[in-house]
C-alpha cells in the first residue's frame, strides 16, 4: 500500500474514534467524517490546544482532492465552532495546488510534523531505573491523566484516553516508580505496521529515561510481533526550539522521511 505511514496513523485515529462512547461523544463533541479522499476528526468540545485530535489527515492521498471538498472539510470544522485545527498535507498530496487554496482561503503554515520511520534493525534495551509494563483498562485514568496534561487535552478529554488501552489495535505501555505511574506511551498494531504516539511523562518523573525506553520498549515489542515497518513524528526542527524527543527517536533506530505541512485557520 502506497503512503503506509499516513494510512497506518489514520486507521489509529480511527480507532480511537470508535472506541468512544455515545456519552463522550456528546459531551466532547467527538465526531469523524470522510471528505473527499481525508479523513476528518473532531472534538468541538476540547480546549483550541487538542491539535491532535482536531485534524485532518490524508488530504489528496487516496485520490486527488478537490476544492469543494476542502470547503466541506474547513465548513465541518466551522458549523462546530473549532477555532484551532490542523489541515496536515503529505508532500505527495494532489493536486499540487492544495496548500496554496488553503493560504488563499483563511489559513497558514504552522509548525510542521516530521516522519520517521525504522524497520527491522534491533534496538538497544531500556536505561532507566523504572519497571515497563503494558498496561489494561486498570489503569486507563493514570494513563490519562499524563497524557491529557501533557498534549493540552484538558481535564474533559480523560474519560476518552483512558480507554485507550482497551481500543482494538492499541497497547499501552507505562513507567513506574515502586507503584507510581511514572510515564505513557502507546503503539498502534496492524499486520506487520506499527505507529508509535501518544507518549508522556509525568513532570516529577522527568530526567529519569522514561520517554527514550518506553520508545525502545515499543520498538521491541513491535518487533516481536513481527512488525517489518514502524512509524513515528515530532514537530519538525525549528532553529531556537528543539524537540527533545527528536533525538530520542533517532537513537532509537529511526531516520527521518518527510515534513508534513499543517495548515490551520489565522489567528485573529
Avoid at 186 to 211: E, H, L
Wanted: some cysteine; overall charge negative.
Amino acid at each position: 500500500m502506497q503512503y503506509v505511514a499516513e494510512e497506518i496513523e489514520r486507521a489509529a485515529l480511527e480507532a480511537l474514534h470508535d472506541v468512544a462512547s455515545t456519552d463522550i461523544q456528546r459531551r466532547l463533541g467527538i465526531s469523524c467524517q470522510t471528505a473527499g479522499s481525508a479523513f476528518v476528526s473532531v472534538a468541538s468540545a476540547l480546549p483550541a490546544s487538542a491539535i491532535v485530535l482536531n485534524r485532518t489527515l490524508g488530504i489528496g492521498l487516496r485520490a486527488p482532492d478537490t476544492e469543494d471538498s476542502l470547503r466541506e472539510i474547513v465548513e465541518t470544522y466551522r458549523d462546530a465552532s473549532v477555532e484551532r485545527y490542523f489541515l496536515q498535507l503529505h508532500p505527495d498530496a494532489q493536486p499540487s495546488s492544495i496548500g496554496q487554496w488553503l493560504l488563499d482561503h483563511g489559513h497558514e503554515k504552522a509548525r510542521g510534523w516530521q516522519k520517521f520511520s525504522r524497520g527491522r534493525d534491533s534496538v538497544a534495551g531500556p536505561k532507566t531505573d523504572l519497571s515497563i509494563r503494558e498496561i489494561g483498562a486498570e489503569h486507563g485514568p493514570e494513563h490519562a491523566a499524563i497524557l491529557c496534561d501533557a498534549f493540552d487535552l484538558g481535564e474533559d478529554a480523560q474519560p476518552w484516553m483512558s480507554l485507550m488501552p482497551t481500543c482494538d489495535h492499541w497497547h499501552v505501555f507505562m513507567t513506574f516508580d515502586g507503584s507510581d505511574p511514572a510515564g505513557t506511551g502507546a503503539v498502534y498494531i496492524d499486520g506487520k505496521t506499527a505507529w508509535m504516539d501518544f507518549a508522556a511523562t509525568s513532570p516529577r518523573f522527568r530526567r529519569r529515561g522514561s520517554q527514550s525506553s518506553l520508545l525502545r520498549h515499543r520498538v521491541q515489542f513491535a518487533l516481536d510481533h513481527g512488525c517489518e515497518q514502524m512509524f513515528v513524528c515530532t514537530g519538525e526542527a525549528v532553529p531556537g526550539d528543539p524537540q527533545h524527543s527528536y533525538s530520542n527517536i533517532q537513537k532509537a533506530g529511526f531516520k527521518e522521511d518527510y515534513v508534513r505541512a499543517n495548515y490551520a485557520p489565522i489567528k485573529d
